[in-house]
């Protein structure tokens, strides 16, 4: 049966849009457009995943958000907001969201997002697997050891693992920087999207035969990155 999914958004052509690009893609989906609509609905059985606005008419995102977890529902919520600053991200993970995504977005990215949290929660098109292939080398998730096209086998250092696993678990989706940087770097101050561009470059070291032509590690200009 094709999971369920429940869009939290008060403006209506987002809505329009975001509905009809998952209905596309065989999902079946609810859409409300107020904060007391959205928490009546998620307290509903049969939710795989909720599309979370953060600022609606009547209770705002964060607030259903903490609210579900306090009652111990544990639906993946992806905040869907225009809130973009790293504080407004951390607070949505804190209070319990699972992903966040900033407006305007790639609808591509969107729906990767999408499948990787329903992958996550074990109800994804499919599962991924514990050793995942990059051209001639792999990764093992649980282990966090990678191969090289070299044949070296270690054990990957944790930002080179986190961005890693993102990838691989939005593979063919594009991960933007931002998201990255939040999701990798989490609280820390320094870091720049530059930074996560570096970190690109030590992954392509291992696992692409040319590094300045990769053929896995796809840079998509001005956004972000996506593994083939």
């Known amino acids: 049966m094709s999971k369920r999914i429940l869009v939290v958004e008060d403006e209506p052509r987002i809505q329009r849009l975001v509905c009809d690009n998952l209905e596309a893609e065989g999902y079946r ?3 409300v457009a107020d904060g007391e609509s959205g928490l009546e609905q998620a307290r509903k059985s049969g939710i795989d995943l909720i599309l979370l606005d953060v600022m609606l008419p009547g209770i705002s995102g964060s607030e259903i958000c903490q609210r579900l977890r306090a009652e111990g529902i544990r639906t993946p919520i992806l ?4 809130r973009d600053l790293p504080r407004d991200r951390v607070e949505g993970l804190h209070l319990g969201g699972d992903d966040y995504l900033v407006k305007p977005f790639h609808l591509e990215e969107l729906l990767a997002r999408v499948e990787a949290l329903l992958r996550r929660s074990g109800w994804g098109k499919e599962q991924v697997e514990a050793r995942v292939d990059i051209g001639a080398g792999w990764v ?6 990678a191969c090289s096209i070299n044949g070296q086998i270690e054990t990957l250092p944790r930002k080179e693992f986190g961005i890693i696993r993102l990838l691989i678990e939005a593979r063919g989706g594009i991960v ?3 998201d990255i940087l939040d999701k990798v770097w989490a609280t820390e101050t320094d870091p720049t999207p530059r930074t996560v561009d570096n970190f690109v470059v030590r992954l392509r070291k291992r696992f692409e035969q040319n590094a300045n032509d990769p053929a896995h590690l796809i840079t998509v200009r001005g956004v972000g990155y996506r593994l083939k």
Not at 140 to 145: G, I, K, R, S
């Open 176 to 178: 933007s920087r931002n």
């Open 29 to 31: 989906v609810l859409a």
């Open 79 to 82: 905040f869907v907001t225009a």
């Open 140 to 145: 093992d998730l649980e282990t966090h050891e």
